[in-house]
T-cell receptor, first 115, second 114 residues
Framework: AQSVTQPDIHITVSEGASLELRCNYS??????LFWYVQSPGQGLQLLLK??????LVQGIKGFEAEFKRSQSSFNLRKPSVHWSDAAEYFC?????????????FGQGTRLTINP | ETGVTQSPTHLIKTRGQQVTLRCSSQ?????VSWYQQALGQGPQFIFQ???????GRGNFPPRFSGLQFPNYSSELNVNALELDDSALYLC?????????????FGPGTRLTVL
Protein backbone atom coordinates (compact mmCIF):
# COMPACT_ATOMS: atom_id res chain seq x y z
CA ALA A 1 0.00 0.00 0.00
CA GLN A 2 1.09 3.52 -0.66
CA SER A 3 2.26 5.61 2.27
CA VAL A 4 4.04 8.85 3.02
CA THR A 5 6.10 9.62 6.11
CA GLN A 6 7.04 13.07 7.25
CA PRO A 7 9.40 12.43 10.16
CA ASP A 8 9.29 15.95 11.60
CA ILE A 9 6.00 16.96 13.22
CA HIS A 10 7.19 20.47 14.03
CA ILE A 11 10.17 22.52 12.86
CA THR A 12 11.24 25.97 14.00
CA VAL A 13 13.67 28.07 11.97
CA SER A 14 14.75 31.68 12.11
CA GLU A 15 13.69 34.11 9.42
CA GLY A 16 16.30 34.16 6.68
CA ALA A 17 17.60 30.68 7.51
CA SER A 18 17.48 27.78 5.09
CA LEU A 19 14.82 25.11 5.35
CA GLU A 20 14.54 21.42 4.53
CA LEU A 21 11.40 19.39 5.18
CA ARG A 22 11.72 15.64 4.87
CA CYS A 23 9.40 13.29 3.06
CA ASN A 24 9.72 9.55 2.48
CA TYR A 25 7.27 7.58 0.41
CA SER A 26 6.39 3.97 -0.19
CA UNK A 27 4.99 3.18 -3.63
CA UNK A 28 5.55 0.24 -5.95
CA UNK A 29 5.49 2.03 -9.29
CA UNK A 30 6.81 5.36 -10.52
CA UNK A 31 5.59 7.85 -7.91
CA UNK A 32 3.77 11.04 -8.64
CA LEU A 33 4.80 13.33 -5.80
CA PHE A 34 3.40 16.59 -4.53
CA TRP A 35 4.04 19.17 -1.83
CA TYR A 36 1.12 21.22 -0.55
CA VAL A 37 1.00 24.05 2.00
CA GLN A 38 -1.90 24.79 4.32
CA SER A 39 -2.19 28.10 6.16
CA PRO A 40 -4.56 28.40 9.15
CA GLY A 41 -8.16 28.42 7.99
CA GLN A 42 -7.14 27.80 4.40
CA GLY A 43 -7.30 24.90 2.01
CA LEU A 44 -4.27 23.23 0.51
CA GLN A 45 -2.17 25.09 -2.04
CA LEU A 46 0.11 23.20 -4.42
CA LEU A 47 3.77 24.20 -4.09
CA LEU A 48 5.26 21.82 -6.64
CA LYS A 49 4.95 18.38 -8.17
CA UNK A 50 7.17 15.68 -9.67
CA UNK A 51 6.12 13.21 -12.32
CA UNK A 52 9.28 12.43 -14.29
CA UNK A 53 12.40 13.98 -15.78
CA UNK A 54 14.67 16.33 -13.89
CA UNK A 55 14.79 15.21 -10.28
CA LEU A 56 15.10 18.78 -8.98
CA VAL A 57 11.79 20.58 -9.37
CA GLN A 58 11.06 24.24 -8.82
CA GLY A 59 7.84 25.46 -7.30
CA ILE A 60 6.12 28.61 -6.24
CA LYS A 61 7.25 30.96 -3.46
CA GLY A 62 10.91 30.02 -3.96
CA PHE A 63 10.52 26.36 -2.94
CA GLU A 64 12.24 23.43 -4.61
CA ALA A 65 12.25 19.68 -4.04
CA GLU A 66 14.57 16.88 -5.01
CA PHE A 67 13.39 13.38 -5.90
CA LYS A 68 15.80 10.62 -4.85
CA ARG A 69 14.57 7.22 -5.95
CA SER A 70 17.35 5.35 -4.12
CA GLN A 71 16.26 6.90 -0.82
CA SER A 72 12.51 7.00 -1.59
CA SER A 73 12.61 10.65 -0.62
CA PHE A 74 11.20 13.91 -1.90
CA ASN A 75 12.51 16.62 0.43
CA LEU A 76 11.34 20.21 0.21
CA ARG A 77 13.86 23.04 0.47
CA LYS A 78 13.99 26.81 0.55
CA PRO A 79 17.24 28.83 0.76
CA SER A 80 15.85 31.64 2.93
CA VAL A 81 12.52 31.51 4.75
CA HIS A 82 10.18 34.44 5.30
CA TRP A 83 7.76 34.92 8.20
CA SER A 84 4.90 34.32 5.76
CA ASP A 85 6.15 30.74 5.20
CA ALA A 86 4.82 29.72 8.63
CA ALA A 87 2.21 27.06 7.85
CA GLU A 88 1.60 23.32 7.70
CA TYR A 89 3.34 21.45 4.88
CA PHE A 90 2.11 18.18 3.43
CA CYS A 91 3.88 15.74 1.16
CA UNK A 92 1.65 13.47 -0.92
CA UNK A 93 1.91 10.66 -3.43
CA UNK A 94 -0.66 10.17 -6.17
CA UNK A 95 -2.13 6.67 -6.40
CA UNK A 96 -4.75 5.02 -8.53
CA UNK A 97 -7.83 3.50 -6.93
CA UNK A 98 -10.52 1.87 -9.03
CA UNK A 99 -9.82 4.26 -11.88
CA UNK A 100 -9.68 7.36 -9.73
CA UNK A 101 -6.69 9.33 -8.61
CA UNK A 102 -6.28 9.78 -4.89
CA UNK A 103 -3.63 11.63 -2.97
CA UNK A 104 -2.06 9.84 -0.02
CA PHE A 105 -0.79 12.45 2.40
CA GLY A 106 1.79 12.41 5.13
CA GLN A 107 0.95 13.62 8.62
CA GLY A 108 2.31 17.07 7.88
CA THR A 109 5.10 19.24 9.25
CA ARG A 110 4.21 22.43 11.07
CA LEU A 111 6.71 25.20 10.34
CA THR A 112 7.23 28.02 12.84
CA ILE A 113 9.38 31.02 11.94
CA ASN A 114 11.29 32.91 14.63
CA PRO A 115 11.75 36.63 13.93
CA GLU B 1 -11.19 32.18 -12.98
CA THR B 2 -13.16 31.08 -9.93
CA GLY B 3 -11.45 28.68 -7.56
CA VAL B 4 -12.96 25.84 -5.57
CA THR B 5 -15.53 27.01 -3.05
CA GLN B 6 -17.16 25.13 -0.18
CA SER B 7 -20.13 25.78 2.08
CA PRO B 8 -20.77 26.13 4.88
CA THR B 9 -17.53 27.20 6.52
CA HIS B 10 -18.41 25.73 9.89
CA LEU B 11 -21.09 23.35 11.06
CA ILE B 12 -22.08 21.89 14.42
CA LYS B 13 -24.19 18.73 14.59
CA THR B 14 -25.08 16.18 17.23
CA ARG B 15 -24.39 12.47 17.12
CA GLY B 16 -26.86 10.55 14.97
CA GLN B 17 -27.78 13.49 12.76
CA GLN B 18 -27.19 13.78 9.03
CA VAL B 19 -25.16 16.50 7.28
CA THR B 20 -24.69 17.74 3.72
CA LEU B 21 -21.59 19.64 2.65
CA ARG B 22 -21.33 21.43 -0.69
CA CYS B 23 -18.55 22.15 -3.15
CA SER B 24 -18.31 24.12 -6.38
CA SER B 25 -15.51 22.98 -8.67
CA GLN B 26 -13.07 25.20 -10.45
CA UNK B 27 -14.31 26.26 -13.86
CA UNK B 28 -13.72 23.61 -16.54
CA UNK B 29 -13.02 20.79 -14.08
CA UNK B 30 -15.15 17.66 -14.32
CA UNK B 31 -13.66 15.68 -11.43
CA VAL B 32 -14.16 16.26 -7.74
CA SER B 33 -12.60 14.48 -4.78
CA TRP B 34 -13.47 14.66 -1.10
CA TYR B 35 -11.03 14.31 1.77
CA GLN B 36 -11.39 14.17 5.55
CA GLN B 37 -8.71 15.87 7.64
CA ALA B 38 -8.82 15.06 11.35
CA LEU B 39 -7.07 17.42 13.71
CA GLY B 40 -3.30 17.08 13.47
CA GLN B 41 -3.48 14.63 10.56
CA GLY B 42 -3.06 14.73 6.83
CA PRO B 43 -6.15 14.56 4.63
CA GLN B 44 -7.60 11.11 3.89
CA PHE B 45 -9.32 10.28 0.60
CA ILE B 46 -13.05 9.61 0.88
CA PHE B 47 -14.11 9.27 -2.77
CA GLN B 48 -13.91 10.79 -6.25
CA UNK B 49 -16.59 11.65 -8.78
CA UNK B 50 -16.03 11.92 -12.52
CA UNK B 51 -18.85 13.12 -14.75
CA UNK B 52 -21.46 12.43 -12.08
CA UNK B 53 -20.32 8.87 -11.33
CA UNK B 54 -18.34 7.67 -8.31
CA UNK B 55 -15.15 6.17 -9.75
CA GLY B 56 -13.08 5.46 -6.65
CA ARG B 57 -13.52 5.21 -2.91
CA GLY B 58 -11.26 5.13 0.13
CA ASN B 59 -11.76 3.26 3.39
CA PHE B 60 -14.91 5.00 4.50
CA PRO B 61 -18.24 3.34 5.38
CA PRO B 62 -21.34 3.60 3.17
CA ARG B 63 -22.86 6.26 5.42
CA PHE B 64 -20.49 8.59 3.59
CA SER B 65 -22.07 9.23 0.20
CA GLY B 66 -21.86 11.84 -2.49
CA LEU B 67 -23.35 13.38 -5.56
CA GLN B 68 -21.98 15.28 -8.50
CA PHE B 69 -24.30 17.45 -10.54
CA PRO B 70 -24.27 18.28 -14.29
CA ASN B 71 -22.58 21.60 -13.54
CA TYR B 72 -19.88 19.56 -11.71
CA SER B 73 -20.73 20.92 -8.29
CA SER B 74 -20.81 18.26 -5.62
CA GLU B 75 -22.25 17.24 -2.26
CA LEU B 76 -20.89 15.07 0.52
CA ASN B 77 -23.54 13.49 2.72
CA VAL B 78 -22.81 11.83 6.03
CA ASN B 79 -25.55 9.89 7.83
CA ALA B 80 -25.69 8.77 11.44
CA LEU B 81 -22.93 11.13 12.52
CA GLU B 82 -20.38 9.86 15.02
CA LEU B 83 -18.06 11.87 17.26
CA ASP B 84 -15.07 10.72 15.17
CA ASP B 85 -16.59 12.41 12.11
CA SER B 86 -15.50 15.75 13.57
CA ALA B 87 -12.94 17.01 11.06
CA LEU B 88 -12.17 19.45 8.28
CA TYR B 89 -13.74 18.22 5.03
CA LEU B 90 -11.89 19.27 1.91
CA CYS B 91 -13.12 19.23 -1.63
CA UNK B 92 -10.69 19.20 -4.56
CA UNK B 93 -11.35 19.52 -8.26
CA UNK B 94 -9.20 18.49 -11.21
CA UNK B 95 -9.49 18.58 -14.96
CA UNK B 96 -9.97 14.86 -15.67
CA UNK B 97 -8.98 13.02 -12.50
CA UNK B 98 -5.88 11.42 -14.00
CA UNK B 99 -2.81 10.51 -11.98
CA UNK B 100 -0.89 13.51 -13.27
CA UNK B 101 -3.73 15.99 -12.84
CA UNK B 102 -3.27 18.63 -10.19
CA UNK B 103 -6.01 18.70 -7.58
CA UNK B 104 -7.09 22.18 -6.51
CA PHE B 105 -8.48 22.37 -2.99
CA GLY B 106 -11.20 24.47 -1.47
CA PRO B 107 -10.91 26.07 1.98
CA GLY B 108 -12.84 23.25 3.65
CA THR B 109 -15.84 22.85 5.94
CA ARG B 110 -15.14 22.40 9.64
CA LEU B 111 -17.62 19.87 11.05
CA THR B 112 -18.00 19.44 14.79
CA VAL B 113 -20.09 16.55 16.10
CA LEU B 114 -21.23 16.82 19.72
Amino acid sequence: AQSVTQPDIHITVSEGASLELRCNYSYGATPYLFWYVQSPGQGLQLLLKYFSGDTLVQGIKGFEAEFKRSQSSFNLRKPSVHWSDAAEYFCAVGAGVQGAQKLVFGQGTRLTINP
Amino acid sequence: ETGVTQSPTHLIKTRGQQVTLRCSSQSGHNTVSWYQQALGQGPQFIFQYYREEENGRGNFPPRFSGLQFPNYSSELNVNALELDDSALYLCASSLKGGLTDTQYFGPGTRLTVL
